[in-house]
């Protein structure tokens, strides 16, 4: 845990998003206010500029620092502008590589940061790929789900190193002091499931984690286990299946209810529904987990709010020293299974 009075500096790539650079400006300069960090904006000097002078944001612990490209949605996986150097995403990750930044935060595509992050920040020895998860809000506050979607085709040593990612997320993040680990599979008994599940399962009886066992769908918003691992395929199906079915059980609910005495009692349920987007706005959310570094990614809609919101999280994920955290861990674990 690093120092109170410690002034983080975050860079930040002030060209991605689908409100970008106003809305990214504009919370930068809320975060500023709020929380004590050093902000360096990559982008266009003179838009920058102008959008400083807008939301009266000079003064303030805010640097430019110039980006003269930047990346587009529809470009996420075009290797050729991925490895621009000149674009802001790469420029505001390479901060975090020579040491400027302790921190790079994004809502630029996901395809595209990811790759930045790996280029430039290299990756934890004994992770050979990035992972993205998160915690499960409101019927599962406590359940932390990895991957939801980074690793589509996975070997059983990649959900080893998921189960001691999601166990550091649920330590640090959680406040969790000795997370259970379940395996996502077809059924409860040992032995279930095919190659992938069956193997790994043999990985994490011995790996020194708080294994339970396997843990069935049902058991995912009931909290079986703290933290619930899967390949990407998997756990990105069942992630989009929670996220819109809230919104089909709200809209169910209105339709049957429509003139009855409940409908006012519905509407404060109906609001609550509406929250559950899951892992997008939970603490922690959109960590690029498996690079040497800090990476946050930002929803692409990510308003100003939103955007000092993350930018607070990635101060909090960096003051609690989270990398190191998962370096220790899984350097014990690696020596355990040798591998």
């Known amino acids: 845990m690093k120092e109170a009075d410690h002034k983080v500096k975050i860079a930040v790539d002030a060209m991605g998003g689908d409100f970008a650079p106003s809305e990214i400006v504009e919370g930068s300069i809320l975060a500023a ?10 982008g266009s000097a003179d838009i920058l500029a102008e959008e400083l002078y807008k939301y009266n944001g000079y003064g303030l612990p805010i640097q430019c620092v110039a980006a003269s490209e930047f990346i587009k949605e529809d470009q996420a996986l075009d290797l050729t502008a991925l490895r621009r150097a000149n674009t802001s995403i790469s420029i505001a ?14 809502a630029g595509p996901t395809g595209a940061f990811v790759a930045s992050a790996v280029q430039h920040l290299g990756m934890i020895d004994g992770i050979e ?3 993205i998860g998160g915690a499960l ?11 939801c979607g980074v690793n589509v085709d996975c070997k059983p040593h990649h959900l080893v190193t998921f189960a001691v990612v999601g166990t550091i997320y649920a330590k640090k993040l959680l406040n969790i002091e000795n997370p259970t680990v379940g395996l996502l599979n077809i059924g409860t008994e040992v032995g279930k499931g095919n190659d992938l599940t069956r193997q ?27 933290v619930i691992v899967c390949d990407g395929f998997t756990g990105n199906v069942m992630f989009k299946f929670c996220e819109g079915g809230f919104g089909v059980i709200d809209g169910w609910l209105r339709r049957k209810v429509r003139g009855l005495p409940l409908a006012s009692l519905l509407k404060n349920l109906s609001k609550d529904l509406n929250s559950l987007t899951t892992i997008p706005q939970s603490i922690g959310s959109g960590l690029i987990w498996g690079v040497n570094g800090v990476a946050l990614k930002m929803h692409g809609a990510s308003r100003a709010r939103a955007v000092a919101d993350k930018i607070a999280q990635a101060k909090l994920i960096v003051d609690m020293d989270v990398v190191e955290s998962l370096k220790s861990e899984l350097a014990a674990i690696r020596e355990k299974l040798n591998f």
């Open 33 to 42: 206010k709020e929380d004590n960090v050093e902000l360096l904006l990559a």
């Open 137 to 147: 809000a409101t019927f599962a506050p406590n359940t932390v789900l990895m991957d």
């Open 93 to 106: 990750t390479k901060l975090v590589k020579t040491g400027e930044a302790e921190a790079v935060v994004s």
């Open 129 to 131: 790929r990035p992972v």
């Open 200 to 226: 790994s399962y043999a990985l994490l009886e011995k790996s020194g984690l708080n294994f339970i066992g396997n843990i069935e769908g049902n058991g995912i918003l009931r909290g079986d286990a703290n």
